[in-house]
C-alpha cells in the first residue's frame, strides 16, 4: 500500500507532461488561424507538421525521464543547467522542423536558427542564475546539519524566502531545537540520576553508620547503665524510622514516576481533613513554639480527591513549614474555591527561601540552605512527592517566597 502514491506519481508525471504538451499544440494551431487565416491545406499542414515535432519531443522527454535524467549530475545545479539546456534543444528542434515546413528561404531559416540559439543561451544563462539561487538556500541548510551533526546543537540554518528551500531550513531548525532540548533534558537525567544515587548513598549510610556503632557498643557490653542502654535503643529506633522512612519515599517516588501509585478518588469534606492535620501538627508546633491556624471557607466542601494522599501532602507541607519557622513565628493553612478550583495555601513566618533556590525546591533530593537543609531534617524528597500527588489529582503546586519574611507553598485542585 505505501509504494502506491508513488507508483502514481511515476504516472501521473509523464501524464502531466502529456497534458501540456497537448495543450501547448492546440493554443499555437488556434493562434496561427486567427492571426495569420492561412488556407485550410497549409493550416492542416502545419498542424500535421506541429503535431509530429510535439509527439517527437513528448517521446524525447519520456525517454529522457524513464532514463532518470535528473540523477546523473552531483549537482542541483547542474540539473538545473542541463534540463535548460535540454528544454532549449527541444524547442530548437522544434522550432526549425516546423520551420523548414513552412518553406522559408535559406535566409529567413538562418535567422531563425541563429535567434533560437539566442533564445536558448538566455533560457540556459536564466536557469543558471535561478538554480545558483535556490542552491545557495540548500547549501546553508546542508552547512547547518553538518555542524549539527559534529555536536554543534546551536547550529540553525537561515530562512529566507517562502519556498520549499524556506520550508525546509525552518523544518530543520523545529528539528534541532528538539534535538537540542532533549539533550538538555538527558544531561539533567544524567545529573539526578548521579545526585540520587550519591544522595541516596548518603541518607542511607548517616543512620545505618550510627545504628552500627550503637549495637557495637551494646554488643561489647561499653555500656551497663539501663538507661544508657535505653537511650542507645531509643536511637536505633529512629535511626531505623528514618530508614523507613526513606525507603518509602523512594518507592512512592518510582510509584509516581512509573504511574502505578493508585489513587482512591471519594468525594470528602476538605475542612475536615486539614482540621485533623492541623490537630496531629499540633504537638510540633507547640514544641516549636510556632502558632499554628487554619482557615477554610464554607463554599470549598465537598472535593473529590484521594484524602490519604491530599494528608500526606498538607503533611509535608505544614511539618517542612514548622521546621523553617524560628519561635514566635506563624504558620496558616488557607483554602477558598475560586473559579471551579480549590486552593490551598501553607505560610508562614520562616526563614524564606533564596531567589537562587526558589525554582528547584520541587525538585527531589534538592536541599537548599534555606529550603531543604539536612540539619533540618527529611531526605529532600517531601516537595517532589507532594508535587507529584498534587499533579496527579489535575492540580498544580508553587511557591513564593522573600528570605527573612516567610514563604507561601499553594496547589489547587480540581472543585
Known amino acids: 500500500m505505501s509504494t502506491l502514491p508513488i507508483r502514481l506519481q511515476r504516472i501521473g508525471q509523464p501524464a502531466a507532461f502529456l497534458v501540456g504538451v497537448v495543450l501547448t499544440l ?61 528544454q532549449a534543444a527541444l524547442l530548437f528542434i522544434s522550432v526549425w522542423i516546423t520551420a523548414r515546413n513552412m518553406f522559408l528561404n535559406t535566409h529567413d531559416l538562418a535567422l531563425a536558427g541563429v535567434l533560437l540559439l539566442f533564445g536558448a543561451g538566455i533560457a540556459v544563462s536564466f536557469g543558471a542564475f535561478v538554480s545558483a539561487s535556490l542552491t ?31 520550508r525546509l531550513a525552518i523544518t530543520f531548525n523545529r528539528m534541532a531545537d528538539q ?38 557498643a551494646l554488643a561489647d557490653s561499653v555500656v551497663d547503665d539501663p538507661e544508657t542502654i535505653q537511650r542507645y535503643l531509643n536511637s536505633i529506633r529512629s535511626d531505623v524510622a528514618s530508614l523507613n522512612s526513606l525507603i518509602d519515599d523512594l518507592f512512592e517516588l518510582a510509584q509516581l514516576d512509573a504511574g502505578g501509585l493508585k489513587f482512591d ?17 499540633r504537638t510540633l508546633s507547640e514544641r516549636r513554639r510556632v502558632q499554628l491556624a487554619g482557615q477554610v471557607s464554607p463554599r470549598v466542601d465537598p472535593v473529590t480527591i484521594d484524602p490519604q494522599k491530599i494528608e500526606r501532602v498538607l503533611t509535608n507541607l505544614i511539618g517542612n513549614a514548622l521546621r523553617h519557622t524560628p519561635e514566635g513565628g506563624h504558620v496558616t493553612i488557607d483554602a477558598q474555591r475560586h473559579d471551579g478550583k480549590v486552593r490551598v495555601s501553607v505560610s508562614d513566618t520562616g526563614e524564606g527561601i ?50 527573612g519574611e516567610g514563604s507561601t507553598f499553594a496547589f489547587t485542585l480540581p472543585a
Not at 509530429?52 to 513528448?58: D, I, N, Q, R, Y
Not at 552547512?143 to 519556498?163: C, F, I, T
Open 136 to 166: 545557495r538556500g540548500l547549501r546553508r541548510v546542508e552547512q547547518a546539519a553538518e555542524r549539527l551533526a559534529g555536536g554543534d546543537l546551536s547550529a540553525r540554518a537561515e530562512v529566507d524566502g517562502r519556498d520549499e528551500v524556506a
Open 354 to 403: 533564596s531567589a537562587e533556590d526558589l525554582p528547584r525546591v520541587f525538585e527531589r533530593f534538592y536541599r537548599g540552605e534555606k529550603s531543604r537543609s539536612r540539619a533540618g531534617g527529611g531526605a529532600g524528597l517531601g516537595l517532589a512527592i507532594a508535587k507529584g500527588i498534587v499533579e496527579a489529582h489535575g492540580g498544580t503546586i508553587e511557591v513564593s517566597s522573600r528570605v
Open 265 to 281: 478518588m471519594v468525594s470528602v469534606s476538605l475542612s475536615d481533613l486539614i482540621s485533623d492535620v492541623l490537630e496531629r501538627m
Open 179 to 216: 534535538l537540542d532540548a532533549a539533550a538538555r533534558k538527558q544531561r539533567e537525567l544524567d545529573t539526578l540520576r548521579r545526585d540520587l544515587i550519591a544522595w541516596t548513598s548518603h541518607d542511607l549510610r548517616t543512620p545505618l553508620t550510627s545504628i552500627r556503632v550503637v549495637v557495637e
Open 26 to 86: 492546440a493554443v499555437a494551431v488556434i493562434a496561427i488561424e486567427l492571426i495569420m487565416h492561412p488556407p485550410r491545406a497549409d493550416l492542416e499542414q502545419l498542424a500535421l507538421g506541429l503535431s509530429l515535432t510535439s509527439l517527437g519531443a513528448f517521446a524525447a522527454g519520456y525517454v529522457l525521464y524513464r532514463l532518470g535524467w535528473w540523477r546523473w549530475p552531483r549537482r542541483i545545479l547542474h540539473t538545473m543547467i542541463f534540463g535548460s539546456i535540454l
